[in-house]
């Protein structure tokens, strides 16, 4: 799952775990050029009956947009992986710190035991939405999580709120 907690040990009530969660990354960097390299090869082969004729020049825009489109969306994809959730639960107090594909820091802490975890399984932008509530506030969580990850991270997060 793209989220971790710093321990597994949630029967100590004194200690702080911190919870990190992350959007999925199914793309290393070096699959990245591989793919690109592969796809733009794979794109030229069909091109080498047209070279020389004018009929290239009609299809070589259309191979080019293909693999420029495939680029835009894998950079799109490695930009998402820089969004980062960090919960962090301690003896008194919980704090969830946000950080943003363009470096943008957003933070929400609240009392511990006041705080709340929500799930929200047809309201919401997504299904099974997540949400904290406390201090006057209610954030979201996880939002970029599947539906079943979403699902653990609630039952995860009751847990560990209420041990």
């Known amino acids: 799952m793209p989220y971790n907690w710093t ?8 200690s702080t775990r911190e919870l990190h969660l992350w959007p999925h990354q199914s793309l290393p960097p070096e699959g990245y050029v ?38 835009w969306a894998l950079d799109r994809s490695r930009r998402d992986r820089q969004i980062l ?24 802490e609240c009392n511990r035991y006041w705080t ?3 799930i929200h399984p ?12 406390g201090g006057g506030r209610e954030v979201e969580i996880g939002a970029f999580l599947s539906e079943d990850e979403r699902k653990a991270l609630y039952d995860d997060l009751q847990t560990a709120l209420h041990r």
């Open 7 to 14: 321990s597994d040990d949630i029967t100590d009530a004194t």
């Open 34 to 71: 591989r793919f690109l390299a592969v796809t733009a090869v794979l794109i030229t082969v069909p091109l080498f009956p047209l070279l020389g004729s004018f009929v290239l020049w009609g299809v070589l825009p259309f191979l080019l947009l293909a693999l420029f489109g495939m680029k």
């Open 85 to 108: 959730e960090v919960l962090t639960i301690g003896p008194d107090e919980a704090r969830l710190e946000r950080t943003d594909l363009r470096g943008g820091h957003q933070s929400w």
């Open 116 to 118: 709340t975890v929500q």
């Open 122 to 133: 047809n309201e919401g932008p997504v299904p099974n939405y997540v949400t904290l509530r």
